[in-house]
């Protein structure tokens, strides 16, 4: 196959995966934009001083601060999958995917297209979400790399499970269960709206063994340069699981699963 093809079709699939997101803003950027604006309203604002601040660290952080990296996380996974996972099964579920399939190009290059496609996305939404944010509080940036590296794994993850999501799925009512049913509940219970350490016993081990409690506080760290647990091994783990599901995501791919039957 030609080399400079393969990367022409990747570079093709992408843009149309990012423009199909672009073009429809109703759908993309306007519904975080007015969750959000009602999360920073509703906790940070009226409720926040009602809450005061919480411990990290040593540090008392104001509660719509620490909030915040929860709800950019939340926004972010939540629109990498959800892109990924509409693209792959709306594709499936029109039959023109087929299409992409027998296009001279290399399977790992087609789910990475649509894996980048959904991490651009995330990244765009968690960023309007941490702008929304500045409208609230001061928001600073201890930790850039971190913040950065982060926000690239969790978003290229995401995407990676959505791609797994899309092939799996069988009808619309499976894609909205994924998300609303099992994503959203898990950031939730991941200390988005309250500090894990200050949970009794079972409830902290057992928030320790939800991967987004180290999501969340990876980008907490990031933003406020503080966390609950060790950063630099939770990047490790996420960037180990994220390669991990990327091979799954190829592997599906060549078999056809979800694809051909």
Request: aromatic share 14%.
């Amino acid at each position: 196959m030609n080399v400079a093809a393969g990367w022409t079709g990747f570079k093709t699939l992408t843009k149309r995966e990012i423009l199909r997101f672009i073009r429809r803003p109703r759908n993309t950027f306007v519904p975080p934009f007015v969750t959000n604006v009602l999360y920073f309203s509703v906790f940070g604002v009226i409720l926040g001083d009602r809450v005061g601040a919480v411990s990290l660290g040593g540090d008392p952080i104001p509660y719509i601060l620490f909030i915040l990296p929860g709800l950019v996380v939340l926004g972010a996974i939540s629109n990498a999958f959800e892109n990924a996972s509409f693209s792959i099964f709306h594709g499936r579920w029109n039959e023109y995917i087929e299409e992409t399939l027998t296009s001279p190009m290399p399977y790992s290059r087609m789910v990475a297209a649509y894996i980048v496609a959904g991490a651009t996305r995330g990244l765009l939404v968690g960023s309007l979400i941490a702008v929304i944010g500045a409208f609230f509080t001061a928001v600073t940036v201890a930790r850039p790399f971190y913040l950065a590296a982060f926000a690239l794994v969790i978003t290229l993850l995401f995407s990676s499970f959505g791609v797994v999501g899309g092939l799996w799925a069988d009808d619309w009512d499976n894609l909205t269960m994924m998300n609303q049913f099992i994503v959203r509940p898990m950031v939730f219970f991941g200390g988005v709206f309250y500090a894990v350490r200050e949970l009794p016993s079972p409830y902290q081990e057992l928030s320790l063994l939800n991967p987004m409690v180290y999501m969340v506080n990876g980008v907490r760290y990031g933003f406020l340069g503080v966390s609950e647990v060790d950063p630099t091994i939770s990047l490790a783990v996420l960037s180990a699981l994220t390669a991990a599901i990327v091979a799954l995501d190829v592997y599906l791919f060549q078999r056809g699963y979800g694809l051909t039957d």
